[in-house]
C-alpha cells in the first residue's frame, strides 16, 4: 500500500520554479532514496514535504491525508521528521538537551521520553557516552548521529534525511549508514536524499533520479548500478 504519494507536484520560489510535475510513491517501512545532482532539488522537494516551501501545487497525501496547505508543525505532529542538510542542532545544548528539544512538538509522558531516548543510545553508543557533552564540540559524524537522533524522538512514521553523510569521512559514513539500516524496514519508513550514492543504494528499496527539478528515473538499485551511463553520474569511476 503507498504510504506516501507525491503526485504533480510544482515547488517555486518566488519567480525561481524548481520542482516540475514531480511524482514519486513511498510504500510503508519502505527506504526510498533520491539521488540527484547539486541544485537537483532535493532539499526543496524534502521541504515541500514538510510546508517549508511556500509555493507548492499538486498533491502530497501521507498514509491517507492531504499534506500540502498544511504548517510544519501539523505535519511534524502527523509524524514527519525532517533531518535537515546541515543538521540544525543545537551547538550550546547539550546531547541530552538536544534529544529532549526534538521530542518538544509532540506530546510525550516523562517515561515516554525517557525511553525514546534509550532508544536512541541504543542506536547510537556513542551519543550516550557524550549525553553530558555540549553539542558543539562534538565531530561532524557525532552530529549527523544526534541530528538524526532527535528527529527519532519524535517517533516519526516518516524520516526524511537530507544528505546525511554530506562532509563525512567515508569510514563515517559506512557507520552511519550501518545504523540507519539497522532501522530500515520497520516502522519508519525512510526517504533519503543523497548525491554519494554508494551507501545509500545499499539501503534502498527503490531508488528515484532527480535532474533540474524532474524525475528522470524510478526503479530498483540493482537497475541503477548496472546501468553504465547513471553510474557514471551518480557512482562516481570506479
Ligand atoms: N530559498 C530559495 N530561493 C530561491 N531559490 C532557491 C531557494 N532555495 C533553493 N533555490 C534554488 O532551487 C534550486 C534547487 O535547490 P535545492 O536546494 O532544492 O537543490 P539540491 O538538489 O538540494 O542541491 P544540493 O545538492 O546543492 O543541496 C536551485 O537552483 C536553487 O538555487
Ligand atoms: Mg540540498
Not at 498533491?59 to 491517507?64: N, P, W
Amino acid at each position: 500500500m503507498t504510504f506516501l504519494s507525491v503526485d504533480a507536484v510544482n515547488a517555486k520560489y518566488d519567480k525561481v520554479h524548481v520542482l516540475h510535475d514531480l511524482s514519486i510513491s513511498v510504500r510503508r517501512s519502505e527506504t526510498v532514496v533520491i539521488l540527484g545532482a547539486n541544485g537537483a532539488g532535493k532539499t526543496t522537494l524534502l521541504r515541500s514535504l514538510t510546508g517549508m516551501v511556500p509555493k507548492v501545487t499538486g498533491s502530497i497525501v501521507l498514509d491517507g491525508t492531504e499534506l500540502t496547505g498544511r504548517r510544519t508543525e501539523d505535519i511534524v505532529r502527523m509524524g514527519v521528521a525532517h533531518v535537515p542538510q546541515g543538521r540544525g542542532t543545537f551547538a550550546q545544548c547539550t546531547v541530552e538537551e538536544n534529544l529532549r528539544l526534538g521530542a518538544y512538538s509532540v506530546k510525550q509522558s516523562k517515561a515516554e521520553l525517557r525511553a525514546g531516548m534509550e532508544r536512541v543510545y541504543e542506536l547510537f553508543p556513542r551519543l550516550g557516552e557524550r549525553r553530558g557533552q555540549q553539542a558543539g564540540g562534538m565531530s561532524g559524524g557525532e552530529l549527523q548521529m544526534l541530528a538524526i537522533g532527535r528527529a527519532l524522538m519524535l517517533r516519526p512514521r516518516l524520516l526524511l534525511l537530507d544528505e546525511p553523510s554530506l562532509g563525512l569521512a567515508p569510514i563515517v559514513i559506512a557507520e552511519l549508514f550501518e545504523i540507519l539500516g539497522t532501522l530500515r524496514g520497520q516502522e519508519t519508513t525512510m526517504l533519503i536524499v543523497e548525491q554519494n550514492a554508494d551507501q545509500a543504494l545499499r539501503l534502498a528499496d527503490k531508488v528515484y533520479l532527480l535532474e533540474t527539478g524532474r524525475v528522470v528515473f524510478e526503479g530498483d538499485p540493482e537497475t541503477v548500478r548496472s546501468d553504465e551511463s547513471i553510474r557514471r553520474v551518480y557512482l562516481g569511476a570506479e
